[in-house]
């Protein structure tokens, strides 16, 4: 294992104890689970990035890349991981939002990093993807699937994330603060689903993998397990877009 890997697990560790205890916080202290200012934000951020970030480390090890691209790019993600998860806790503890906040000078500064963190998430996730579809006979046709439809899904929720902060901004900067607190987070759900196909999808995959079936039976419950997680988000999407 590189450096660099094993630099990305321990962060992403460190990310996920930051979750847990967040949810332990709440649960003892019986705190706020909803609006833009409770520790539910540090919680999330925590456990997913930290999440994301183990899974990324795991998957990229079947992609087709150098190892010095393949080190910058966890690297890079890696810090953006860190910053998104560390600037949302600060925020929080500090009683104020993280997102969509330009109250002061401090706070404006906070909200434009967020958003542009996130835009060094997509690139770095945009580029694993065109990996991911390169031709790679080195893994098993199920375990590619898996990957490739995991890689587009994360892409596609990082994508609905920047849609919402760059919509929240904007009401922001119309003058409307309230109205991007209450709409800008209608695809939150959507967010959530797609954002871990990318665990889900290879794990499915790995664990085919022990089971005394031919490749190719593999291979069609891979796409059949793909079909049902793309079902689920797009019903979970035009809830959402409904408002339901």
């Not at 910058?72 to 910053?83: S, V």
């Not at 542009?116 to 031709?135: H, K, Q, Y």
């Not at 587009?152 to 994508?159: E, K, Q």
């Not at 967010?191 to 665990?199: D, E, K, Q, S």
């Amino acid at each position: 294992m590189q450096t660099v890997e094993r630099a990305a697990c321990f962060v992403a560790a460190m990310l996920l104890l930051s979750g847990v205890i967040h949810v332990a916080i709440l649960v003892a202290g019986g705190g706020s689970w909803q609006g833009p200012v409770s520790l539910r934000k540090a919680a999330t951020f925590g456990l997913s990035f930290g999440l994301t970030l183990a899974t990324i480390v795991w998957v990229t090890s079947w992609l087709r890349l150098g190892d010095r691209s393949r080190a910058a790019l966890l690297g890079i993600f890696t810090a953006a991981c860190t910053m998104e998860t560390v600037l949302v806790s600060l925020q929080a503890w500090r009683g104020v939002p993280s997102h969509f906040n330009v109250e002061t000078p401090f706070d404006a500064m906070i909200a434009r990093t967020l958003a542009a963190g996130g835009a060094v998430l997509v690139a770095v996730i945009a580029s694993l993807t065109f990996a991911a579809f390169r031709r790679n006979d080195a893994i098993a046709p199920s375990l590619r699937l898996a990957i490739r439809v995991g890689f587009v899904m994360l892409l596609a929720s990082l994508l609905v994330g920047a849609s919402m902060i760059a919509t929240g901004m904007r009401l922001v900067f119309a003058g409307h603060p309230q109205a991007a607190y209450a709409t800008a987070g209608a695809l939150k759900p959507t967010h959530a689903v797609t954002l871990h196909a990318i665990l889900v999808l290879p794990g499915v995959a790995r664990l085919l993998s022990f089971v005394d079936w031919t490749e190719r039976r593999r291979t069609i419950a891979v796409a059949i397990a793909s079909a049902i997680y793309l079902i689920v988000a797009t019903v979970v999407g035009v809830e959402d877009l409904a408002g339901v």
